[in-house]
């Protein structure tokens, strides 16, 4: 069983940055591939990023790439979303998953354990 804990939303401006740190429990998080989702109020869950096991590979949504960066410290359990030049279509909430499976790594169904999401709202 692995335990995901967000922090690191908030209310900034347009054209801001904030960085997101999900803390995974449990063991061989190096072995897991770990991703963001966001959910944006009346939408589905949609797929930011996703970083595989080593960190080595990364992988982004065509609406974040350039502005996004995920990254992960192994030594840690932990994995961050670094969100520069926000803008008001990202405001949503972000969740933090994990699978230590193979499997589609863009859609929800692709992972097993979820964070219970944190808040990023971006202002005009």
């Known amino acids: 069983q692995v335990q995901l804990v967000e922090s690191g939303g908030g209310l900034v401006q347009a054209g801001g940055s904030l960085r997101l740190s999900c803390a995974a429990s449990?063991?061989?998080?190096?072995?897991?591939?770990m991703a963001w989702f966001r959910q944006a109020p009346g939408k589905e869950r949609e797929f930011v990023a996703y970083?595989?096991?080593?960190?080595?590979?990364?992988y982004y949504a065509d609406s974040v790439k350039g502005r996004f960066t995920i990254s992960r410290d192994n030594t840690e359990n932990t994995v961050y979303l670094q969100m520069n030049s926000l803008k008001p279509e990202d405001t949503a909430v972000y969740y933090c998953?994990?699978?230590?499976?193979?499997?589609?790594?863009?859609?929800?169904?692709?992972?097993?354990?979820w964070g219970q999401g944190t808040q990023v709202t971006v202002s005009s």
């Open positions: 449990g063991r061989s998080f190096s072995t897991y591939t």
């Open positions: 998953t994990a699978r230590g499976r193979a499997g589609i790594a863009v859609v929800t169904t692709g992972y097993d354990y």
């Open positions: 970083s595989r096991g080593t960190g080595r590979s990364a």
